[in-house]
């Protein structure tokens, strides 16, 4: 018995490979490369974009915590003014009873003064260390904008190279490699 007609298959399959070819399977090929590669350099820009985020809000922190110790150097210095006004005082009470103040009066005064302008001096250093603090971490912030928008553009190149590959129209596909471009500008900027 005849198991029945025979099919040239390998001539359907070479058939099928052309129609698909011509019907847009080197675009689809170009649009799926290009998309593999916006999504690795969108994964590149996040990567980024985490990394700076991440050391500008520990910068940020940093600043945070050497304005603590900037206040806390403020109100010693503070204290000691205080201490200060009050040995002056003291002294002004001895004198107005004319009488002659102790000599632990002067030499507390000098001892407070002293203090006072070291004092100062840290706090003045930590306030200059913590604005530097700030500022690094205000600039690395921008950076993440920028790496966030390049994020964000490649995304929406992305979107567009699957528009493309549904659609098989090619001018959308060149839009997906313009934002592309858009976006690899963004992140190199950044």
Do not use: C
């Not at 204290?79 to 001895?94: G, L, M, N, T």
């Not at 604005?131 to 912030?141: A, P, T, Y």
Request: hydrophobic share 50%; glycine share 6%; charged share 25%.
């Amino acid at each position: 018995m005849p198991e029945g007609p025979e099919v040239d298959t390998d001539k359907l399959d070479e058939t099928i490979h052309e129609e698909a070819e011509r019907k847009g399977g080197r675009l689809l090929k170009g649009i799926a490369l290009t998309t593999a590669l916006l999504a690795a350099m969108a994964s590149i820009a996040a990567l980024r974009a985490g990394a700076t985020v991440n050391e500008a809000l520990v910068l940020k922190t940093e600043s945070a915590r050497l304005q603590v110790q900037v206040s806390n150097e403020w109100a010693y210095y503070q204290a000691k003014s205080i201490k200060a006004a009050v040995q002056e005082a003291s002294r002004s009470a001895w004198l107005a009873a004319g009488k002659t103040p102790p000599p632990e009066h002067a030499d507390a005064l000098k001892r407070y003064a002293a203090e006072e302008d070291e004092i100062k001096k840290e706090a003045e250093a930590k306030e200059k260390e913590r604005d530097l603090k700030s500022l690094e971490g205000d600039h690395l912030m921008h950076r993440h904008h920028e790496f966030a928008q390049s994020v964000a553009i490649f995304q929406v190149a992305i979107a567009l190279g699957a528009v493309a590959a549904l659609t098989r129209v090619r001018l959308i596909w060149l839009a997906s490699l313009v934002l592309g471009v858009v976006g690899a500008v963004f992140f190199a900027l950044a």
